[in-house]
């Protein structure tokens, strides 16, 4: 099982990006995101059940992200509006098989590597 984090980059704030994670194996009942500042804990960004039909946030985002899943392509998606540059981290898709979905990153079975996000005031 692999998950392969893409999409970020260097951006302004105000701007927006588009995070992917690609996984290979099994298509897992739930996704999500976190992320992790320097000097930080890694926090649950939000996560997505098999479905997509329901979806979970952190406190973080306030509305300004978006989750969602293609399975036909076994690819989850972040779409983060209105960076701000307190959301540069380094950004991270997990998976696990339960379908209750989860804030809580022990509970998740895989992880990605992780994706560079930096805003620039």
């Known amino acids: 099982v692999q998950l392969q984090a893409s999409g970020g980059g260097l951006v302004q704030a105000g701007d927006s990006l588009r995070l992917s994670c690609a996984t290979s194996?099994?298509?897992?009942?739930?996704m999500a995101w976190f992320r992790q500042a320097p000097g930080k804990e890694r926090e649950f960004v939000a996560a997505?059940?098999?479905?997509?039909?329901?979806?979970i946030y952190g406190d973080s985002d306030k509305g300004r992200f978006t989750i969602s899943r293609d399975n036909a392509e076994n690819t989850v998606y972040l779409q983060m509006n209105s960076l701000k540059p307190e959301d540069t981290a380094v950004y991270y898709c997990?998976?696990?098989?339960?379908?209750?979905?989860?804030?809580?990153?022990?509970?998740?079975?895989?992880w990605g590597q992780g994706t560079q996000v930096t805003v620039s005031s």
């Open positions: 997990a998976a696990r098989q339960p379908t209750v979905l989860s804030r809580w990153r022990g509970s998740y079975t895989y």
């Open positions: 194996g099994p298509t897992f009942n739930t």
């Open positions: 997505i059940n098999w479905s997509g039909e329901s979806t």
